[in-house]
Every structure is written in C-alpha cells, then in structure tokens.
C-alpha cells in the first residue's frame, strides 16, 4: 500500500479520545467543588490532560504528513500558514468573543478582562487569555511559524529537522528571555511532543508497510492512565510530562496508523467526534461555566456528582457536535469561498 492509499481514519479517532480525555479532566475537576466532595480517584482526573499531549504529537505527525503530498509541489510557506491561520482563529475568535459578551451581561464577574487580555487573545500569545484552554493553541501557533520558516528548505527529511533543531534550540534560548511567561512558554519541554510527531511521520513516510502493533497503543493508554498513581499531577511539571505522557502519547499515535475506517454506527460517530475535535475543545469551555454555576447556586451543588458528571460530559458533546455542524463548518466553507475568488485557486484545504 502506498503513502497515497493510506488511511489515516485512526487519526480522526485519535482526536476524539484526545478530546473527549480534556473533557473528562475538566468536568471531573468541576465536579470537585460540590458539597459531597470528590467522586472519582484524583489519578483518573489527571490523566484525562494527556489528551492535550495526544493532539501535539498527532500535530507534529499530520503537518509534515499533508505538507509534502507524493507527486505534489510541497506546501509553500504562505499557503502552509494560512491554511493553518483559517483552521484555527474563526471558531476560537468567535469563542472568545462569547466570553466577552458572558461577561458584559453580568457573568464571569471573578475574570479580568483587559486590553492585554484581549490582545493576548486575539493573536493567541502566550500569557492570559479568554478562552482558559487556548494556552495549547499558543503552542499549535508556534509550532505552525518555525514549520513555515522551514518550508523554505523545501524537502521532506530536511525541513522535518529544521523544525526540530530550531524547537530544541528554542527551549534553550527560552530561558534567556526576562519575561517570565514567554521564558516558561519557549523553554518549555512540552514542544518536544511535536518533535515525536515530526519523526513519527519521517518514519510512516519512509516506507510502504507500517507496522505498529495495537498493543503499543495499548501500552501507551496503559502508562498515561497509571502514571498519575506514581507521579501525582504530571502535567504541573513540563519535562516529567513529556516523558510519562508525551513519549507513551508516540506510541498510541504509531498504533492508530494501522486503524482503517470503521464501518459500524458506533466508529462512524467516533470519526465524526474526532471532525469535531476542535469544537469540542473550545466549547467544552462553556459547558463548564455552567456546569460550575450549577453546583454553585441550585439544590444540585449539594449532591453526589456521579450522576451529573456523565450527563455533563454527553453535553460537553452534543454542544461540540452541533457547533461543528452549524458554526464551524459553514465558517471555514465562508474562508475557502473568500480565498478561492482571491486566490483565483482551489479552495485552501482547511481541515488538516
């Protein structure tokens, strides 16, 4: 089977256990500060944040992957960035101003909302934002300029290692910089995780047969869910996370290489969740501050969260589903529509 007839379907599904962890890590978290107190192990809450590692690898993987399609001219560095601008900044934009207009009615009376806020969000810079989980967008950000620096180089294996010395090379540099938030952001070990992903695709990209066994999947879903038994809150300690979550976080990413399509209702809606993915992950938001409000001011906040938590959770995805559907996908269709009559071109592919 060649590079073109591969079918990366484990990916989509990939997303979708990488989503679906964050919105587990979160709602658990919620959930916390009810009167009865916590329901679930505090290990099982911290793991559902290696989804975050899952989406930088698979990152790392899918750039080079579509950037360097058999047959094909590589992506040129301008391409490259604006499709990756049009996948990420309509929907998270459109998110951030729904917390501004929450919080100009009346809510979200405890978050500071000024014009550093602001700017930080609207351009995705590391430090404060609106959108609490948009710090790992800052990281997709960066990775995404150093990867259309390197496109310059022009072939697959050499710009692969370009992005990775210059990312390795950046979290030495990092620690020179005074500013204490751009110092952690650039020096921070979690930009490693694209590397793997770099080299994962080196590696998938090489040769005709893939062959990576389901068990390292396994193994690797085996190691993140446990490692929070041993090592408490990995994801307070950046290089400790990349080695107990990133690493393992490889090996499932390596694994779903060989899952084909699924054909059955159940696996058609996974691969549809995992479409949704980055909807999930930015409206996720909204369904926890309601969630909190909830169990802060109704009868709710006094009982067991057992209950409620999964019904939260089902919520989390239908929310993430339907603005995927309805918001999202008409979005990027309006951005494709835009840049075809400017470009005189295909529509840019924005769903990579």
């Known amino acids: 089977m060649n590079r073109q007839n591969r079918d990366l379907s484990g990916l989509q599904i990939l997303r979708a256990i990488a989503a679906f962890g964050v919105i587990?890590?979160?709602?658990?978290?919620?959930?916390?500060?009810?009167?009865?107190?916590?329901?679930?192990p505090d290990w099982i809450t911290a793991s559902g944040a290696a989804g975050v590692d899952l989406f930088f690898v698979i990152s790392g993987f899918i750039m080079v992957y579509v950037?360097?399609?058999?047959g094909q001219a590589a992506d040129t560095p301008k391409r490259f960035i604006i499709k990756r601008a049009t996948r990420i900044f309509p929907l998270y934009w459109i998110c951030s101003a729904a917390i501004v207009a929450i919080s100009a009615i009346g809510f979200l009376k405890n978050k500071n909302i000024d014009f550093y806020t602001i700017l930080n969000s609207a351009l995705i810079l590391p430090g404060d934002k609106l959108v609490y989980v948009a710090w790992t967008l800052s990281y997709e950000l960066y990775f995404y300029i150093i990867f259309s620096i390197c496109l310059n180089v022009g072939k697959m294996f050499s710009t692969s290692?370009?992005?990775?010395?210059l990312m390795t090379g950046g979290i030495l540099l990092g620690r020179e910089i005074q500013n204490s938030t751009y110092s952690d952001f650039f020096s921070?070990?979690?930009v490693l995780e694209f590397c793997f992903g770099i080299a994962l695709a080196l590696f998938f990209s090489a040769g005709k047969?893939?062959?990576?066994?389901?068990?390292?999947?396994a193994l690797g879903f085996l190691i993140i869910i446990v490692s929070p038994i041993f090592l408490p809150h990995p994801d307070a300690l950046p290089g400790s996370r990349v080695i107990v979550w990133g690493l393992p976080a490889t090996l499932i990413v390596a694994a779903f290489l060989e899952v084909k399509r699924p054909?059955?209702?159940?696996?058609?809606?996974?691969?549809?969740?995992?479409d949704a993915s980055y909807a999930l992950y930015l409206t996720h938001v909204f369904v926890m501050m309601a969630y909190g409000w909830v169990i802060k001011s109704t009868f709710v906040g006094g009982m067991s969260q057992a209950v409620f938590a999964p019904v939260i959770i089902f919520l989390c995805l239908i929310v993430g589903v339907l603005t995927h559907v309805f918001v999202e996908r008409p979005a990027l269709d309006l951005v494709r529509r835009v840049t075809r009559r400017q470009s005189g071109r295909r529509p840019l592919e924005a769903r990579s």
């Open 24 to 40: 587990v890590r979160h709602t658990l978290e919620m959930s916390n500060g009810s009167e009865a107190g916590r329901f679930s």
């Open 67 to 70: 950037s360097f399609p058999p």
């Open 161 to 165: 290692i370009s992005v990775i010395l």
């Open 188 to 190: 921070s070990p979690l």
């Open 209 to 217: 047969k893939w062959k990576a066994p389901l068990a390292l999947g």
């Open 263 to 274: 054909q059955s209702i159940a696996g058609r809606a996974t691969v549809l969740l995992g």
